[in-house]
């Protein structure tokens, strides 16, 4: 499972969130807008942009592109 950091009326999120659906990928969602330490956690690793996906306690920013791929090659 994975952890995905998005925020209201983000596109890319939405994005990222439907191809994790369409691959059957369970995740659970954190608001960076709702949760402290959700920000707090993108912030100390210089992470910006939303989304931001977590693969084995390492959190990742970038495209939706490279975040799926990142998912799904953890994924197989």
Same mark, same amino acid.
Do not use: R
């Given at each position: 499972?994975?952890?995905? $950091?998005?925020?209201? #009326?983000?596109?890319?999120?939405?994005?990222?969130?439907? /191809?994790?659906? =369409? #691959?059957? @990928? =369970? $995740?659970?969602?954190?608001? /960076?807008?709702?949760? $402290?330490?959700?920000?707090?956690?993108? @912030?100390?690793?210089? @992470?910006?942009?939303?989304?931001?996906?977590? @693969? #084995?306690? =390492?959190?990742?920013? *970038?495209?939706?592109?490279?975040?799926?791929?990142?998912?799904? *090659?953890?994924?197989?």
């Amino acid at each position: 499972m994975f952890t995905i $950091y998005t925020q209201d #009326n983000c596109p890319n999120c939405l994005e990222l969130k439907n /191809v994790l659906k =369409q #691959n059957n @990928i =369970q $995740y659970t969602e954190l608001d /960076v807008n709702q949760s $402290y330490s959700a920000k707090a956690k993108m @912030i100390m690793n210089d @992470i910006e942009t939303t989304p931001a996906v977590e @693969i #084995n306690n =390492q959190l990742f920013g *970038g495209n939706v592109a490279d975040l799926t791929k990142a998912i799904l *090659g953890n994924n197989l």
